[in-house]
C-alpha cells in the first residue's frame, strides 16, 4: 500500500532536495536562495530549467537524467504528487535536481534576473474559462521575463488543442519566434519526432495516446523587452477536461 498523503508531507520535510513556500509561507519569509540556486544548492554553473505544475515529476526527473550538464527544478503546489519525483532523484542520487512546492502565481520570487534559461510546461490544465490562469497566457509571461535570460524558450507539450491554438496565437500576436511547432509529436512525419520532447513519456500521456489524442508540442523564445497582449480570438473548446472528465462548460468557445 503506498503512503498517505501525510506520511508523503513528512518526508519532504527531511529532503534536502525540496523547498516548500506555499502563500503562508511566501507572505512572511524571503526565499534567500533567489538568485543563488548555483552556489547554494547546486554548486556548478550549469543552466537552471524549470519544468512548472510539474505533477509528480517524471519530466523534472527524466530530463535531469539525459542531460546531467543541466539543472532542473519542478514546480508545483500538490506536495503528495511531487513526493515520487523527490524520492525518486534521491534514490538515483541525481544533484542536478531539485522541487519547489509553491504557487506559480508567485514563481518570480524564487529566481533572480537572468537566473532560469529554459521552462517547460507540460500538459498545464488548459484553463478554459480563465485566459489569465493559463501558464503560457501573457500575465505569467511577464513573470516569467523577470528572471529567464533575454529570449529563453519555453516549451509547451499538451493534449489539449485549445491551450495549443491558444499558445500559437499567443505568440504570433506578440511577434515572439517559433522555433518548433508541431500538431501530432509523435507522428511518423513530424520534424520534432527526435526531438527532447518526444524522448520522454509520462504515465498519463501514454494514456492520452492510447485515447487517440495526439500530443502537440511547440517551442518559442520569449525576449525580456516589448509589450505582451492578449490574442483577441475566439478559439474552440476542448470536449473534456482531462482524463476521464468530460467538459463541464456548456460553452463552444473562447478567448
Same mark, same amino acid.
Given at each position: ?71 532542473? #527544478? ?44 529554459? #521552462? ?29 535570460? $533575454? ?26 519566434? #517559433? ?8 507522428? $511518423? ?48 473548446? $476542448? ?17
Amino acid at each position: 500500500m503506498g503512503k498517505g498523503k501525510l506520511a508523503k508531507f513528512a518526508d519532504m520535510e527531511t529532503y534536502d532536495n525540496v523547498f516548500q513556500y506555499p502563500y503562508s509561507v511566501v507572505e512572511h519569509v524571503p526565499f534567500a536562495m533567489q538568485g543563488h540556486w548555483h552556489e547554494q544548492y547546486f554548486h556548478n554553473q550549469n543552466p537552471i530549467v524549470l519544468e512548472l505544475g510539474c505533477g509528480k515529476g517524471e519530466y523534472t526527473v527524466g530530463l535531469a537524467k539525459l542531460f546531467p550538464q543541466m539543472n532542473f #527544478i519542478g514546480v508545483d503546489i500538490k506536495g503528495a504528487r511531487m513526493w515520487t519525483g523527490a524520492t525518486q532523484a534521491l534514490n538515483e542520487g541525481l544533484k542536478n535536481v531539485a522541487f519547489l512546492r509553491t504557487h506559480i502565481e508567485v514563481i518570480d520570487r524564487f529566481f533572480a534576473k537572468d537566473e532560469v534559461q529554459e #521552462i517547460w510546461l507540460t500538459f498545464s490544465d488548459p484553463q478554459m474559462k480563465s485566459p489569465r490562469k493559463r501558464l503560457s497566457s501573457t500575465y505569467f509571461l511577464e513573470r516569467y521575463r523577470r528572471f529567464l535570460i $533575454d529570449g529563453g524558450i519555453i516549451h509547451l507539450k499538451t493534449d489539449s488543442n485549445f491551450l495549443f491554438t491558444y499558445t500559437t496565437l499567443m505568440a504570433e500576436h506578440n511577434h515572439l519566434p #517559433i522555433v518548433e511547432r508541431t500538431e501530432d509529436l509523435y507522428a $511518423d512525419d513530424s520534424e520534432c519526432r527526435n526531438s527532447v520532447a518526444a524522448s520522454i513519456q509520462t504515465y498519463y500521456e501514454s494514456m492520452w495516446i492510447a485515447r487517440g489524442l495526439n500530443i502537440k508540442y511547440q517551442k518559442f523564445r520569449l525576449p525580456q523587452e516589448g509589450l505582451l497582449e492578449e490574442p483577441d480570438v475566439e478559439i474552440e473548446l $476542448d470536449d473534456y477536461r482531462s482524463y476521464h472528465r468530460t467538459k463541464r462548460s456548456s460553452l463552444d468557445k473562447a478567448k
